[in-house]
């Protein structure tokens, strides 16, 4: 198999230093504010972005060293296969969010919704689109009676610290 390579595009920026206590998904971070800051040369990808209310991040899970092939999440106490869960320490540490965008200046967006650590690097950004994006007749499996708690739940160090697994 080819090996992948990826550029970044730019970093976002939020108030968040480090994993710990942060939001484990965007539903937890409603009003939490940040930034992307987009290399000038995409510029131009810009055009007609302001335009939607939300857009799809998708970036580096910079701070993740290694994986495990099953892991226990934050909302469950035993341990779930990687591709069962969100967890950042995956075979390929690529993450999403989707978040609002309120605005854009030059070459950054402002955003909030943020559940990302501060100096993450952007590898893409996509428009989110609800008539494409929402999918009816959908099972969440282990996750369909702790759905809920995601508002409320902070991170912790178990996906930060390369001995957790």
């Given at each position: 198999m080819k090996s992948v390579c990826y550029k970044p595009i730019g970093i976002i920026h939020s108030p968040f230093k480090d994993t710990k206590n942060m939001p484990i998904q965007p539903i937890g971070a409603k009003g939490i504010k940040g930034t992307v800051e987009l290399e000038t040369e995409y510029k131009d990808g810009l055009k007609d972005l302001d335009?939607?209310?939300?857009?799809?991040?998708?970036?580096?899970?910079?701070?993740?060293?290694?994986?495990?092939?099953?892991?226990?999440?934050?909302?469950?106490?035993?341990?779930?296969g990687v591709f069962a869960i969100r967890a950042p320490k995956r075979p390929n540490s690529i993450?999403?969010?989707?978040?609002?965008?309120?605005?854009?200046?030059?070459?950054?967006?402002?955003?909030?919704?943020?559940?990302?650590?501060?100096?993450?690097?952007?590898?893409?950004?996509?428009?989110?689109?609800?008539?494409?994006?929402?999918?009816?007749?959908?099972?969440i499996g282990w996750l369909s009676d702790?759905?809920?708690?995601?508002?409320?739940k902070k991170s912790d160090e178990r996906f930060h610290d390369s001995s957790a697994k």
């Amino acid at each position: 198999m080819k090996s992948v390579c990826y550029k970044p595009i730019g970093i976002i920026h939020s108030p968040f230093k480090d994993t710990k206590n942060m939001p484990i998904q965007p539903i937890g971070a409603k009003g939490i504010k940040g930034t992307v800051e987009l290399e000038t040369e995409y510029k131009d990808g810009l055009k007609d972005l302001d335009g939607f209310s939300h857009i799809i991040l998708i970036y580096d899970f910079h701070l993740s060293d290694d994986y495990s092939l099953q892991v226990k999440p934050f909302l469950d106490d035993i341990p779930k296969g990687v591709f069962a869960i969100r967890a950042p320490k995956r075979p390929n540490s690529i993450g999403i969010s989707v978040v609002r965008l309120n605005s854009i200046e030059n070459t950054t967006l402002h955003i909030s919704n943020v559940d990302i650590v501060d100096g993450t690097p952007l590898l893409d950004i996509k428009p989110c689109v609800p008539h494409f994006d929402c999918l009816e007749d959908v099972c969440i499996g282990w996750l369909s009676d702790r759905v809920g708690s995601a508002v409320d739940k902070k991170s912790d160090e178990r996906f930060h610290d390369s001995s957790a697994k």
